[in-house]
């Protein structure tokens, strides 16, 4: 790769990365981007009562899951794209294989398989810390350059 | 006390509105995640239906600005789960198989709001559809599909002999 491609794409990484780390909701639930590379991105959700499904049961609520499937999705769009154009969600779709210990951090990894001009692929898959063993799966599309709600919503009408 | 419509697609919650309402308020309640995004259930229209009040810290782009797309899931995935655990004789607590959400319309930064429909409730899982409107019902801005899991009970002497 050369010089001038290696910092346009550490360039749209590091605005990719400064952009969701902002979303206020990721704050929220207090996700940490560890890697972003290639076409692929990894999210870190750390253990917090706030976010659980049951008072007497330490697990995650299902929903922390897809919140977090969703953010790692759109990372790794923006990581594959190479550039922060808006993207939305178009659909996505959670198997969740078995419970979310809540005593262990959650860790994220999604890959952008496919990408057009038009659309991006997604898949992710979710993990405690320091385990292969798979917590819950995601497949999602997401629209690229949509320049803002408006239009989707008028593509949509 | 909860619903036994016989009608298939009868919307969640249609029985005597303001208990059952009360009854969903109780179980969103024991949910910490609920509790954390201030989920309300309200009467609608002889059913019930869930209320997420807009804060600051539901957003997901700021730049347009739109509530993040989790936050719509955790609405229709914990609405369905509640209508699922209403409908179910036994009151168990269901766990989330799978949901699949397609997002329809950028969600404003409002209040939004989730109905829910049984479309089975079998003896071990249900699935639920839902769908989440802001200003106008008439256009929805996601909506989902929600399969859960009820847990076995253990069968008392008497039903076993009748299996």
């Given amino acids: ?157 | 006390m909860c619903t036994t419509g016989n009608s298939k697609y009868q919307a969640a919650g249609a029985a005597n509105s303001p208990d059952e309402c009360l009854a969903w308020q109780g179980l969103l309640e024991r949910i910490p995640y609920a509790r954390h995004l201030g989920l309300q259930a309200q009467t609608d229209n002889g059913g019930v239906l869930i209320h997420l009040p807009y804060r600051e810290a539901l957003i997901g782009n700021f730049k347009l600005p739109a509530l993040h797309g989790g936050v719509l899931a955790a609405l229709i995935e914990l609405t369905a789960r509640t209508a699922a655990q209403r409908r179910d004789k036994d009151d168990r607590c269901p766990r989330i198989l799978d949901s699949h959400i397609n997002y329809l319309r950028s969600a404003a930064i409002r209040p939004t709001f989730a109905s829910a429909e049984i479309i089975r409730q079998g003896r071990r899982t249900s699935l639920v559809e839902v769908m989440c409107w802001q200003d106008n019902r008439a256009a929805p801005i996601a909506s989902g599909r929600v399969q859960l899991l009820l847990p076995a009970v253990v069968a008392t002497n008497t039903e076993a002999q009748e299996q």
């Fill in chain 1, 1 to 157: 790769m050369t010089d001038s491609k290696n910092n346009q794409r550490n360039s749209a990484t590091a605005t990719a990365w400064q952009f969701t780390e902002q979303v206020p909701h990721s704050r929220d639930l207090g996700m940490q981007i560890i890697s972003i590379t290639k076409n692929q991105a990894c999210i870190r959700l750390p253990p917090n009562p706030l976010l659980f499904v049951d008072d007497n049961t330490e697990e995650f609520c299902a929903s922390v899951l897809y919140s977090l499937a969703d953010s790692a999705s759109g990372l790794a769009v923006l990581a594959e794209a190479r550039d922060s154009s808006p993207i939305a969600t178009l659909d996505l779709r959670v198997d969740y294989f078995q419970p979310a210990k809540g005593d262990r951090a959650l860790l994220a990894v999604a890959t952008c398989p496919k990408l057009t001009e038009e659309v991006a692929f997604i898949h992710c898959d979710i993990f405690h810390e320091g385990c292969h063993e798979l917590l819950a799966t995601a497949n999602a599309t997401f629209m690229r350059n949509t320049l803002g709600g408006r239009i989707l919503a008028n593509e949509r009408a």
